[in-house]
């Protein structure tokens, strides 16, 4: 047998030891991987004066140290972020702020939370954005935690290298950054809004910390099994305002929903608000009926005018005619299956629409699956959807809200299918762009997640046909 194997039952340990100290669940991020680190910080104990000791006396060190459970948490973090990461969130922020300054004045300076921050790209991005958007210093308030000591102290560095910039929107590197030998520093005001201290999102002290406007937790959740989930969510809860926004990633807005968070409905910002009084009774706001993300795929969101920022990321784009002509051929074999996405009674099939419907009937079609999806009736929704591809030219908001409800429901590889469908439709579509790289990066792919984040940065700003 080889050492692997004969060690698994001690692997399974460390993973249960990362589960129990910051969530991790070790199927999301590879158990070789956790292997991997293990393996590498057992070499360096054995390297720094415990020569020939086994991987069972390595364990029983470790997990009475912190000082080693901290190092093996620093092997398994891999940061992977860099500024203006999911654009439109930023715009949304300062938006955002804007009208709570407006609405409340500022005797109280703006909260605002970023957990975890990584190596600081995302809190120095929300500073530039608010300070772009003639937000005064005094009236802003970031604090950025992270459970790693050293993407922490790399942020207080605040010096970064090519990794950190990525698209071809820079215009926020010549305003706010200094061209250094090593990289590029970011200038004094922005470094001096931004408070970084650790925190584990795990054993979060929300009576310390107190609540925030604005909380920012991106891509971390996505990483976390059913219970870390529930124990996280209900941590950002605690920190979160009653009119608070709580930003994620792209592809954990399903997550959000099926804990009952409503959608702020801001495209691309993959932002959501508390539920209401009705869905959010104390102690069971995560169990209120999944809605979902329908609205930001398929409506054109109003947003009060204000006056026009100077905040340097690609401008969002405009959503197209849910009825518009497809933008290339759709083979016969690439067509959706025929059946609902989720099993419906015959009494909750949608109604097929006539032959020759007209456009109006079609954009009916449409926001009566939206409808049904943000009242939780998933399967009626999926059902409006197919009879609306039945009848009409496919269309790439079509699939992609199929595929959100897929992703919502945990049918990964329906929705898989159905994000490369509507990407096929058209290839700018930079939600299916972002939420297809997500679940590449989940099954290991990080080269292919990468170059579809980079597509999907380009497309914010491409014109939709």
């Not at 999926?382 to 009409?392: G, S």
């Not at 049918?411 to 930079?430: M, S, V, W």
Request: proline fraction near 6%.
């Amino acid at each position: 047998m080889n050492a692997h194997h004969d060690n698994a039952p001690l692997y399974r340990r460390f993973a249960d030891l990362l589960h129990r100290t910051m969530g991790l669940d070790a199927a999301s991020l590879g158990h070789g991987a956790i292997e991997r680190a293990v393996d590498q910080r057992a070499a360096a104990w054995r390297a720094g004066g415990h020569a020939g000791a086994t991987l069972g006396e390595y364990w029983e060190a470790a997990h009475i140290s912190p000082a080693m459970v901290q190092a093996l948490i620093e092997t398994v973090v891999v940061p992977e972020t860099w500024f203006f990461r999911d654009a439109d969130a930023f715009k949304a922020l300062a938006r955002l702020a804007r009208a709570r300054l407006d609405e409340r004045g500022t005797a109280l300076p703006l909260r605002i939370l970023s957990l975890p921050c990584s190596t600081g790209e995302e809190p120095y991005t929300m500073a530039m954005s608010l300070l772009d958007a003639g937000i005064d210093a005094a009236h802003l308030r970031i604090d950025a935690m992270d459970i790693s000591e050293h993407s922490l102290a790399l942020a207080q560095r605040a010096v970064y290298g090519r990794n950190s910039f990525r698209g071809n929107a820079f215009a926020f590197r010549d305003a706010h950054f200094t061209r250094t030998g090593d990289g590029w520093r970011i200038a004094p005001r922005i470094v001096e809004t931004v408070r970084f201290s650790r925190a584990n999102l795990m054993q979060l002290d929300a009576s310390a910390l107190g609540v925030y406007d604005f909380v920012f937790c991106r891509n971390v959740l996505i990483y976390f099994d059913r219970d870390a989930q529930q124990s996280a969510l209900h941590a950002l809860h605690s920190v979160l305002a009653e009119n608070g926004t709580l930003f994620v990633g792209p592809a954990e807005t399903g997550l959000l929903m099926r804990y009952g968070m409503q959608s702020a409905k801001i495209p691309l910002a993959f932002a959501f608000h508390r539920a209401n009084a009705a869905e959010g009774q104390q102690n069971g706001w995560h169990t209120a009926p999944l809605a979902t993300a329908a609205a930001i795929a398929m409506t054109q969101v109003s947003v009060p005018a204000l006056t026009p920022l100077s905040v340097f990321s690609a401008e969002p784009f405009a959503w197209p005619d849910p009825v518009a002509p497809a933008s290339a051929p759709f083979a016969a074999e690439s067509r959706p299956a025929r059946k609902p996405l989720m099993t419906a009674t015959p009494a909750h099939k949608a109604p097929a629409l006539p032959d020759h419907a007209p456009a109006q009937a079609a954009r009916d079609s449409l926001q009566a699956a939206r409808a049904l999806a943000d009242a939780g009736r998933l399967a009626e929704a999926a059902a409006a959807i197919n009879a609306y591809l039945e009848r009409h030219a496919p269309h790439a908001d079509a699939f992609y809200l199929l595929a959100v409800l897929a992703d919502a429901n945990g049918e990964t590889q329906l929705a898989r299918g159905h994000y490369r469908k509507a990407l096929y439709l058209d290839p700018q579509h930079a939600e299916a762009l972002a939420h297809l790289a997500t679940l590449l990066e989940l099954e290991g792919d990080r080269n292919g997640a990468r170059l579809l984040m980079q597509r999907a940065s380009r497309a914010q700003g491409a014109p939709r046909g």
